[in-house]
């Protein structure tokens, strides 16, 4: 009991000393995979019993009800759900979540696939990750998945279409 008490302290240590304004060494975690939120975002039960949130770093899954959403978290759920897997901690962010680079079966990157396979944007505003831009180029030349629409509207451009659509409603109704 003593041993299962000390080695969560030190997992909770360990993610409380990471700063979402500086970059720490990557740490390794492993762990089942219990819940799958959406295609880049997921719960994962780690070998000391804790249960953490992990969000793939480096890209951006469509949010629900845009298309490609239900593939990405149907794909994501296939390759990892009950699954162990290796997580690659990168930071956190304001949320909490772990920000990590994802390894399934036979060491296979899921942040990779998901853009390989047109299922995510490689977030390039917080990633200069050459591999990733090249996944994501390769697989627009090839219109394969989200890229069969010309017009693919990136989940961030999503989001502040809703937040602004949001802020305008509002406004209108404060007006009447």
Known sequence: MYKLWLSSLLLVMTLLSFNTNKEAKPTILLGKVVGIMDGDTFKLLTKD???VKVRLANIDCPEKKQPFSTKAKNFV?????????TV???????YRR????VFYGDSINLNHQLVKKGLAW??????KDTILQSLEDNAKKDKVGLW??????????????????????????NKG
């Open 49 to 51: 019993s804790t249960v």
């Open 77 to 85: 759920s296939e390759a990892i759900f009950n699954k162990n897997v």
């Open 122 to 127: 490689h977030y390039v505003k917080y990633s």
């Open 88 to 94: 690659q901690v990168l930071k956190t962010d304001r």
């Open 98 to 101: 772990l920000i990590a680079n």
């Open 148 to 173: 069969q629409d010309s017009n693919a509207i990136s989940p961030w451009q999503w989001r502040a279409n809703k937040k602004e659509a949001y802020r305008l409603k509002k406004l209108n109704k």
